[in-house]
């Protein structure tokens, strides 16, 4: 059974910083690209960032150069550094998998973890 859970998330000054994290389970984490994406209020789901099996890293230009993807293969975790958060980066954080369950391409979510950026 694929479990996505992810923590870490809070309320934060302007220019402060979160570290989420996406502990997984029930599939071969190695073998998968891993994303996260964020949803504002009233807005639709973005991507934000994803991290390619060989540590590739690919991000939304919003958050280019002030967020950080990776992947501890040994922990079967993803983490997203964010830095120099703007209120515009308020929303729920979820971590997303596509993995290959009884032969079919199925997507997985994590419940998301409120990021508030405030002052």
């Not at 389970?25 to 996260?36: D, H, I, K, L, V």
């Not at 099996?53 to 002030?66: I, L, M, P, Q």
């Not at 501890?72 to 954080?93: C, H, I």
Request: proline share 3%; with cysteine; charged share 15%.
């Amino acid at each position: 059974q694929v479990q996505l859970v992810e923590s870490g998330g809070g309320l934060v000054q302007p220019g402060g910083s979160l570290r989420l994290s996406c502990a997984t389970s029930g599939f071969t984490f190695s073998a998968y690209g891993m994303s996260w994406y964020r949803q504002a209020p009233g807005k639709e789901r973005e991507l934000v960032a994803t991290v390619t099996t060989s540590g590739g890293t690919n991000y939304a230009d919003s958050v280019k150069g002030r967020f950080t993807i990776s992947r501890d293969n040994a922990k079967n975790t993803v983490y997203l550094q964010m830095n120099s958060l703007k209120p515009e980066d308020t929303g729920v954080y979820y971590c997303y998998a596509r993995v290959l369950t009884h032969w079919k391409w199925l997507d997985y979510w994590g419940q998301g973890t409120q990021v508030t950026v405030s002052s």
